[in-house]
């Protein structure tokens, strides 16, 4: 009689199989994906290369897609459009050797969203190289493309090439942007830094993702209790690269040099209250409506805490003039009563 299998072991045997099918399927299907971009990227050459030696007109792309579809019915790619795509992609990077290393590593359709909103070759690459590492999905590859993430990034003012050793101080440099994009909150003239911290919270997500990879919330209005006084921090987050805590103050105003002093207590509080052996000191991120760039580089100067300064930009309301002159929901409400009876037989 077979003995019965002991749930731990099991457990974990099954655990490890199930990881070793799921890397293998990635593994393949990025495969797939390499040979599929590379495919394209071959025809689309071909492509160039027999319209520039033989002169083929542009409609020899129109009869390629009707052959190659007749030949190939199973597969969705040989469209014309999808065809002009090759070819422009075949232009884009005439380099096989940077298609290989690089965007043959992103899925074709982040690709052709690269080709319609990047024109520089090297942004191109960057954003291609950035999807990479960060896994973003085509949605928010065109996101962070229409939002500039590639001009913000790492533009803060800070002192962390003062304050923090290499590579730790190139990383939290690489971590920070100015400004950061909260399109996704309105909020009015007399809202207080209360309204937007409970506006990032109620949008964690999407301020996670204007964040970066490697944030961890840990909480707001995070307590330190030093000496017989109680403190409490806006945002605490920790970052799982830099292994160190992250203090972000918010400022429903211009940056002003006290913010500079506080932020440097709530690191000194942090670092000793929270932070652990293994953890590299933590790091601040005052974030303002707006900053005079000599102020805040002053205000850094002689500050020892590693401290990034930088401001956001909020969803523009609606003008005050338009304001008047739209129906409220109670007005909407009752037109389309009104409506409604006058329909009804």
Not at 57 to 78: C, H, Q, S, T, Y
Not at 252 to 270: D, R, T
Request: with cysteine.
């Amino acid at each position: 009689m077979a003995e019965p299998l002991a749930p731990d072991s099991y457990g974990r045997f099954l655990a490890d199989l199930k990881g070793r099918i799921r890397t293998a399927q990635l593994r393949a299907s990025l495969a797939v994906n390499r040979e599929l971009v590379l495919l394209y990227w071959q025809i689309g050459r071909d492509i160039l290369d027999r319209q520039e030696r033989e002169n083929w007109g542009a409609k020899v792309i129109d009869r390629l897609a009707v052959d190659l579809k007749r030949a190939f019915p199973e597969m969705k790619g040989f469209s014309p459009r999808n065809l002009k795509y090759m070819r422009a992609f075949a232009e884009a990077w005439p380099d096989e050797a940077i298609v290989q290393q690089v965007v043959a590593q992103i899925p074709w359709g982040h690709n052709v969203r690269l080709l319609d909103l990047v024109k520089v070759p090297d942004d191109r690459i960057w954003y291609a190289k950035a999807t990479m590492e960060h896994g973003w999905s085509r949605n928010v590859l065109i996101l962070q493309i229409e939002s500039g993430r590639l001009q913000r990034q790492g533009k803060a003012i800070a002192n962390f090439d003062r304050t923090l050793p290499e590579p730790q101080s190139d990383l939290a440099r690489d971590i920070t942007k100015d400004p950061y994009n909260f399109d996704f909150l309105t909020l009015g003239d007399d809202a207080h830094e209360r309204d937007l911290e409970r506006g990032l919270l109620e949008h964690l997500r999407q301020f996670l993702l204007e964040l970066g990879v490697g944030f961890a919330f840990v909480g707001s209005q995070h307590r330190l209790a030093v000496g017989g006084e109680e403190f409490y921090v806006d945002l605490l987050f920790y970052h799982l690269k830099l292994r160190a805590y992250v203090v972000i103050d918010l400022k429903m105003k211009s940056f002003a040099p006290e913010f500079a002093g506080k932020m440097n207590f709530y690191l000194s509080a942090v670092d000793n209250l929270l932070r652990h052996a293994d953890d590299q000191p933590s790091i601040g991120l005052i974030l303002c409506k707006t900053k005079d760039r000599f102020v805040a580089e002053y205000a850094l100067r002689d500050i020892n805490k590693p401290i990034g300064i930088a401001e956001y930009r909020l969803a523009e309301g609606l003008p005050e003039k338009l304001k008047g002159s739209l129906p409220t929901i109670e007005e909407l409400e009752s037109e389309l009563a009104a409506a409604t009876e006058k329909e009804t037989p």
